[in-house]
Each structure stands twice: as structure tokens, then as C-alpha cells.
């Protein structure tokens, strides 16, 4: 299972995405590829803030689709044992002060208690020491 964090899926949700990233993700099983409620919920406050127009709407459409057709069930919610995570992973950071953003942290939180094979971010760095391998699919 690879977890894709928010700025994977915007990535490939764009109508010409990264060559690196498009042929990484059509590399990876469909069936391993999973995202966080979290994720969702970034993209779409987004897409809320955009303006309207073609643009918008163009996106919007590639994000339903991502979300329901090709991540549909294997989108994981923020559940109990996610929260419980979070607690634990937050307050590593803040003792070392390396405070994470909040959402960054809820993902990891997600990964670590769903124990995934890794998170595919380009955001290496709010992801190192979460206990879960990190991959960049635009190295």
C-alpha cells in the first residue's frame, strides 16, 4: 500500500501532469494505491477558493473522478487509531522542535496506523522520521 499525500493526487489531477510523476503512478498497481480523507478535503477547499471559470471546473471534474472512480474505497478516514498516532508523532516533532503542519501530520498519523508500505509526496521533509518510508515520484 503507497499513500499518496495532497500534492501527488494535484499533480496527477492536472491535464498535463509531470512526465516523472504520470509515468510513477501508471508504474504503481492501481489496487496499492490509496489517499487520506485529509487529502480530499485539501483539494477540495482548493477547488473552493478558486475562481470560477474553465480552469475550476476542469479540475473539479478531474478530482471527482481520481476520488470516486480511480481511489474509490481507498481513500482511509482519520479514525481512533490514526488519532492516537497523531498524538504520539506531534509531540515527537514538537520535542525536537520540527513542528509539522497540521494536515501533513494527520496523513502521517493515517500512514503509521494503517501501516502502509510508504507515503508518495514531494514533500520529503515533513514526512522524514514518521516511521513510514517516503517516496518522490518527481526524483
Known amino acids: ?3 499518496l499525500d495532497t500534492n501527488v493526487i494535484s499533480e496527477l ?13 501508471n508504474a504503481q498497481p492501481t489496487a496499492t494505491l ?17 475562481p470560477l471559470g474553465a480552469r475550476r471546473q476542469m479540475l473539479e471534474r478531474a478530482v471527482a473522478t481520481i476520488f470516486g472512480a480511480y481511489l474509490a474505497g481507498r481513500v482511509f478516514p482519520f479514525d481512533r487509531a490514526a488519532a ?3 498524538a504520539l508523532w506531534a509531540a515527537d516533532r514538537r520535542r525536537i522542535g520540527r513542528p509539522v503542519a497540521t494536515a501533513d501530520l494527520q496523513i502521517a498519523a493515517i500512514a503509521r496506523a494503517r501501516q502502509v ?15 513510514v518510508p517516503v517516496i518522490d515520484p518527481w526524483q
Open 34 to 50: 490509496y489517499a487520506t480523507a485529509i487529502a480530499e478535503a485539501e483539494l477540495l477547499f482548493g477547488l473552493t477558493i478558486m
Open 13 to 25: 489531477a492536472k491535464p498535463s501532469p509531470m512526465v516523472k510523476v504520470a509515468a510513477w503512478a
Open 84 to 86: 492516537e498516532e497523531y
Open 117 to 131: 508500505s510508504a507515503i508518495a509526496t514531494r514533500n520529503t521533509r515533513d514526512f522524514a522520521g514518521c516511521g
Open 1 to 3: 500500500m503507497i499513500l
